[in-house]
C-alpha cells in the first residue's frame, strides 16, 4: 500500500509517503488507522483519534468504513482549506 | 465540459473571459469569483499552498461535472494556484458562463463552496514570528447544506 501525508499529518509524522504492508486483518480505513497509531509516537499524536482527520483512498473521499486493500494508494490529510 | 487548471502561474482575467466566450454567442451571463491571499492584521509575508496532485484535478473535474449536471451552463473555467504567494495574489478563479444569469451565479457559487470544503488544498500563513497552517471554517461545510436536493 502506498500511504501519503499532507500539510499538518505529513509533518508531524515526518514523512511525505511511503510503502506499507497492509497487515492481514486491516480492512477498512478504522482499522487502517489504528493500526498506523500504534506505529510510534510520531503517528499517535497526527493521527489522535479525537482530531478531524479526512482520508483519501485511490484519490477519492473515504469515510471510516471504507474499504482498503495491499493496493490502493491511501491518503491522510486535515480539513482541506483551499479557495 | 468544464476546463480546469491546476498551476503555480498567475492568471489573466480578461483572457479567460475571452476564450470561454470565444464562438459561443448564446452565451448571455458571465459570473467570474476571484479569490485572493488576504492579510488580516498586516503581519503575513506570504502564503503556501499545498495539494494533492492527481486528486486536486479529479476532485475539481467532479465538482466542475455536478455543476454542468444541475444548471445550465454554456462555459465553465477553473484555475486554481498552489505554490508560495504574497498578499494580494490571486489564488482561484471560478467562471461560469449561460443564457440567464441564475444558473451562472448558482453554478459559481456552488462550485466555491464544494472546492473549499472537498478540493485537497492545504494552506500555510508565514509571517514574520511563525507559520501556521489555516485551519478549515465551520461556516464552509455548513455551506454545503443548502445544495442538498433531496
Known amino acids: ?83 | 465540459m468544464a476546463s480546469i487548471s491546476v498551476q503555480t502561474t498567475d492568471f489573466d482575467l480578461a483572457k479567460e473571459v475571452e476564450t470561454l466566450k470565444a464562438g459561443n454567442t448564446s452565451i448571455g451571463a458571465i459570473v467570474i469569483f476571484t479569490g485572493t491571499v488576504r492579510d488580516v492584521g498586516g503581519t503575513l509575508s506570504s502564503m503556501t499552498l499545498e495539494h494533492y496532485p492527481g486528486m486536486t484535478e479529479r476532485e475539481l473535474e467532479r465538482i466542475a461535472g455536478e455543476a454542468e449536471n444541475r444548471w445550465a451552463l454554456l462555459g465553465c473555467r477553473v484555475i486554481h494556484r498552489h505554490g508560495t504567494l504574497q498578499p494580494g495574489d490571486n489564488i482561484v478563479l471560478v467562471i461560469t458562463a449561460s443564457a440567464h444569469r441564475t444558473d451562472a451565479f448558482k453554478a459559481a457559487e456552488f462550485l466555491m463552496d464544494f472546492l473549499k470544503s472537498e478540493a485537497p488544498f492545504w494552506k500555510k500563513e508565514q509571517t514574520a514570528d511563525n507559520n501556521t497552517w489555516v485551519e478549515a471554517k465551520k461556516a464552509d461545510t455548513q455551506a454545503l447544506s443548502k445544495w442538498k436536493q433531496d
Open chain 1, 1 to 83: 500500500m502506498q500511504l501519503i501525508y499532507f500539510a499538518s499529518i505529513r509533518e508531524q509524522i515526518g514523512l511525505s509517503e511511503e510503502e506499507y504492508d497492509l497487515p492481514s486483518g486491516v480492512h477498512t480505513v478504522e482499522a487502517l488507522l489504528d493500526d498506523l497509531r500504534a506505529r510510534g509516537p510520531n503517528y499517535a499524536s497526527a493521527l489522535l483519534a479525537d482530531i478531524k482527520l479526512k482520508v483519501a483512498v485511490n484519490q477519492q473521499h473515504a469515510k471510516l468504513n471504507t474499504s482498503v486493500k495491499d493496493q490502493d494508494e491511501v491518503a491522510i490529510f486535515p480539513p482541506v482549506t483551499g479557495g
